[in-house]
């Protein structure tokens, strides 16, 4: 099974700042994907990060607001800018489990934005 | 589009048996995922269904049904500590995203 980390694991930050979330994974694997989840909600996927390439966004979600890098096949951040109250959710990092066809996911990162 | 619909809450008594439903519109997925997530943590992987039928996985079980495009997860001897959100999901490919159901929120009660 893949071990999965973030940093932070939550943070408070002040609206119009932003905040660079790291995903670490043990492993190496070619997709990484970024979901949001706002409070009492269900996952939102905002974007699958592919190693040498561009990420792809999904609809509602856009790279200058959520900028993400890939540089190798074990790390992966995703960039929340410009934050807002709104913004204030729990993002999570996700890789494939390919005993199934599931995903294994991050512990979480925390973000309340004042 | 893709649709799984979940109940938003379910309680249920300590000892007893649950079971929560999740329908859903849309086909060519590979399998069925249930996921549990506590207050403040992250979702956990508990069952998939790749092939219709029950799969067992303790006191947990998830069931597939594709002609009836319906699952469900099944919680047995509930524990106070079964308390939280789970949520259906389906993958279209190995490698492609999960989309989720809104999420049930299970509350035991003694």
């Known amino acids: 099974s893949a071990v999965i980390s973030q940093k932070p694991s939550r943070d408070i930050c002040q609206r119009g700042t932003s905040l660079t979330i790291q995903c670490q994974v043990d492993?190496?694997?070619?997709?990484m994907f970024w979901y949001r989840q706002q409070p009492g909600q269900s996952l939102t996927l905002i974007a699958t990060?592919?190693?040498?390439?561009?990420?792809?966004?999904e609809s509602g979600f856009v790279i200058d607001k959520f900028p993400i890098s890939r540089p190798n096949l074990t790390f992966s951040t995703l960039t929340v800018s410009n934050m807002s109250p709104e913004d204030s959710s729990i993002y999570l990092c996700s890789v494939p489990r390919h005993a199934e066809e599931t995903q294994y996911f991050g512990p979480g990162t925390r973000l309340l934005v004042l | 589009g893709q649709s799984l619909e979940q109940p938003s809450e379910v309680t249920a008594v300590e000892g007893a048996i649950v079971q929560i439903n999740c329908t859903y519109q849309t086909s060519g997925f590979y399998g069925l995922s249930w996921y549990q997530q506590h207050d403040g943590g992250a979702p956990t992987f508990l069952s998939y269904n790749a092939l219709d039928g029950l799969e067992e996985t303790g006191r947990f079980s998830s069931f597939l049904s594709r002609s009836d495009s319906y699952g469900y997860l099944l919680l047995q001897e509930l524990q106070m500590k079964d308390s939280a959100s789970y949520f259906c999901?389906?993958?279209?490919?190995?490698?492609?995203?999960?989309?989720f159901g809104k999420g049930t929120r299970l509350s035991v009660i003694a």
């Open positions: 492993s190496q694997v070619t997709m």
């Open positions: 990060a592919n190693q040498g390439s561009e990420a792809t966004y």
């Open positions: 999901a389906v993958a279209y490919s190995g490698n492609t995203p999960l989309v």
